[in-house]
């Protein structure tokens, strides 16, 4: 790593200042004041006077193989030199190539993509490709999830703060999520509960929807909602409940795709689940925008009307996308996302064993979180805590993210090609902030 240099563009004063004043207020941020970054390489970023971070956040789980990754940069800038931009209404060989790596690790017989620039419209694809290939108008979700900021998603998604005007959509409804740590049904939750959970996924398409959803739509891990784990038999009991009613499962692999939960591609494929239709974005191409939808040829070939999208499949974003994959695959991301992310757990825990008010560690792979509460017992959200968490991470260099309902949740998901030095580096960091906010 080079040696910090300060930026002879604005201050972060300067920035944020301009931010203020010139974008939408409503833009979420993770401290008190918005952090202005200026530079980037590896997990290390830095703000405009050269302070420097340790990045376990990683642009929400997107700078998959680390910023400003040589391999991307070099295939992004060729493909600049190249081909720019054509849209849809053009065949690339680019796309093509792009479109091929995706189905040679998609799970069972998804083979069939469509390319769009986010996985907000990932999803929209998705549950339109559902509609279509149904012939119905309803979709079933599950409470705390998320899955984007469009009309659709919004309603889609099962969280107050993310849903605004309280946005519904006819035809949406949302069963009981799994959620081990706050399991209604159990204490310590178990396989039993996964089938309560299945009950209630035919109780509400019974009495919520016409009996005739088009699909069931979950995150294989809930991001948003705090890397929420659910247990082993869930969505392959989810499945056979939407698939009984003769409708799609929609699996979405926006957070938890290509290796990040370790040993396999997709999170999925921990589960025994083979979905009808799948939805990738975020690290998938290693912060260019990029949303991919893929199915099956049958299900495909159901979509009958005219298509297009002027950004998505475009030539620039593809290369990006080839190339991170290349570097996955060369990288064993799989493998080496389990023996990081059990470092990561190990280490968490142990953090755990000093403070009462982490009520729970969990996730899988390097998708781990930290969720904080007043009192073990109670398990009261606490996330007045989680900001003084955060600030005094930032304080010690270290940049964690912030989930669940009641935001009281600390979310970790740094490049799938961290170090085990940086690992421990990044424990040793969280540790202190912990001990810092006290408890």
């Known amino acids: 790593m080079t040696s ?21 207020p409503a833009m979420v941020h993770l401290y008190k004041e918005p952090l202005a970054l200026a530079s980037a390489e ?63 690790i998609a799970p069972g017989d998804l083979k069939r993509t469509f390319f769009t620039n986010s996985g907000t419209e990932a999803i929209e694809t998705a549950i339109m490709m559902a509609f279509l290939a149904t012939g119905r108008n309803e979709v079933v979700s599950l409470r705390h999830a998320y899955h984007g900021r ?16 309280g946005t519904r959509i006819s035809g949406v409804t949302h069963s009981k999520a799994p959620y081990p740590y706050r399991c209604p049904y159990k204490q310590p939750c178990d396989e039993t509960c996964a089938d309560r959970l299945a ?14 959803p088009a699909a069931f739509l979950a995150e294989t891990i809930q991001g948003v909602g705090g890397y929420v784990v659910p247990q082993p038999s869930y969505l392959k009991k989810a499945a056979e409940v939407i698939r ?39 690290g998938i191409a290693n912060g260019w925008p990029v949303g991919a939808t893929i199915t099956t040829d049958e299900i495909a070939h159901a979509w009958k009307p005219k298509t297009l999208s002027t950004f998505g499949g475009n030539p620039i974003s593809m290369a990006a996308l080839c190339a991170t994959q290349d570097v996955m695959r060369d990288e064993g ?24 008010w982490i009520g729970d560690v969990r996730g899988m792979g390097l998708m781990q979180a930290v969720e904080v509460v007043q009192d073990p017992e109670t398990k009261v959200p606490d996330s007045e805590r989680v900001g003084k968490l955060l600030e005094a991470g930032k304080d010690r260099g270290v940049l964690l993210g912030r989930g669940g309902l009641w935001g009281n949740v600390i979310r970790i998901g740094p490049s799938l090609l961290i170090t085990e030095a940086e690992i421990a580096e990044g424990i040793e960091k969280i540790g202190a902030a912990c001990d810092a906010v006290g408890g």
């Not at 920035?15 to 974008?23: A, F, N, T």
């Not at 493998?335 to 470092?343: E, F, L, M």
Request: hydrophobic content about 40%.
């Open 244 to 282: 009984s009613h003769g409708g799609l499962m929609i699996i979405d692999e926006v957070q938890a795709g290509f290796g990040r939960t370790g040993t396999h591609w997709f999170a999925i494929e921990h589960f025994g689940v083979e979905p009808d239709i799948m939805v990738m974005a975020k």
């Open 42 to 104: 590896g997990v290390r970023v830095r703000d405009p006077e050269g302070h420097e971070y340790l990045d376990l956040f990683s642009g929400i789980l997107t700078s998959s193989v680390g910023h400003c990754n040589p391999r991307v940069v070099e295939a992004v800038t060729a493909q600049m030199r190249t081909l720019d931009h054509v849209s849809t209404l053009y065949a690339t060989e680019i796309q093509v190539e792009a479109a091929r790596k995706l189905a040679d």
């Open 333 to 356: 991301v799989p493998t080496t996302a389990k023996a990081r992310g059990d470092q990561l757990r190990a280490g968490l825990c142990q953090i755990q064993a000093r403070h009462p």
């Open 199 to 212: 009950e209630d996924l035919e109780e509400v398409i019974a009495t919520t929807t016409s009996g005739k």
């Open 4 to 24: 910090p240099t300060l930026s002879k563009g604005p201050t972060s004063a300067e920035i944020v200042h301009g931010q203020k004043e010139y974008l939408l």
């Open 150 to 165: 469009s009309f659709m998603t919004t309603s889609v998604t099962a969280q107050a703060g993310w849903r605004p005007f």
